[in-house]
T-cell receptor, first 111, second 111 residues
Framework: KNEVEQSPQNLTAQEGEFITINCSYSVGISALHWLQQHPGGGIVSLFMLSSGKKKHGRLIATINIQEKHSSLHITASHPRDSAVYIC?????????????FGQGTRLTINP | DARVTQTPRHKVTEMGQEVTMRCQPILGHNTVFWYRQTMMQGLELLAYFRNRAPLDDSGMPKDRFSAEMPDATLATLKIQPSEPRDSAVYFCASARDPEAFFGQGTRLTVV
């Protein structure tokens, strides 16, 4: 079992739908990152969370430390949101900045 | 607009050849990571440096891979000799706690 699990692995939705991607982890963490990777391959850091909730535009990320669970939400989804979304945990036990990655969720938003 | 720069963006080489990938981290960032991404394994940490000192390279095959940071503006990842199983996208990321920024990656194909 991976230390970081994402669901779903693939998600297809229509433009305008509310999207939720989930991330569960099994280790103690100091922070959790949500990354976005577009078809061109570049990786962009969307959020870094250690507690609570963060919002940036149409993107919202939440984390529940007790339940070891984080979610990434996209409101009013758009075809340009189509990408792979990767959850990455920074375990406290393994050193300050190493990241353990989920397998990614491939999101496709159809017009 | 500060960014992490990786060169080359693409590299095709024959098995047995030496490959060197370069990364210019964002000025002022004190931590540099090398990650590898494949379809099968997703993103994996190979090595990381803090203040130019190698902190962890346990994710790297020691017999053929080496990572160095000769100065604060350059990190290198070398594979010698390369093998077809090394074909992947190699990402460099630089960080100044808590955020990390990724380069565009080097897509390596070993034939």
């Amino acid at each position: 079992k991976n230390e970081v699990e994402q669901s779903p692995q693939n998600l297809t939705a229509q433009e305008g739908e509310f999207i939720t991607i989930n991330c569960s982890y099994s280790v103690g963490i100091s922070a959790l990152h949500w990354l976005q990777q577009h078809p061109g391959g570049g990786i962009v850091s969307l959020f870094m969370l250690s507690s609570g909730k963060k919002k940036h535009g149409r993107l919202i990320a939440t984390i529940n430390i007790q339940e070891k669970h984080s979610s990434l939400h996209i409101t009013a989804s758009h075809p340009r949101d189509s990408a792979v979304y990767i959850c990455a945990a920074r375990p406290t036990i393994q050193g300050a900045q190493k990241l353990v990655f989920g397998q990614g969720t491939r999101l496709t938003i159809n017009p | 607009d500060a960014r992490v720069t990786q060169t080359p963006r693409h590299k095709v080489t024959e098995m047995g050849q030496e490959v060197t990938m370069r990364c210019q981290p964002i000025l002022g960032h004190n931590t540099v990571f090398w990650y590898r991404q494949t379809m099968m394994q997703g993103l994996e940490l190979l090595a990381y440096f803090r203040n130019r000192a190698p902190l962890d390279d346990s994710g790297m095959p020691k017999d053929r891979f080496s990572a160095e940071m000769p100065d604060a503006t350059l990190a290198t990842l070398k594979i010698q000799p390369s093998e077809p199983r090394d074909s992947a996208v190699y990402f460099c990321a630089s960080a100044r706690d808590p955020e990390a920024f990724f380069g565009q990656g080097t897509r390596l194909t070993v034939v």
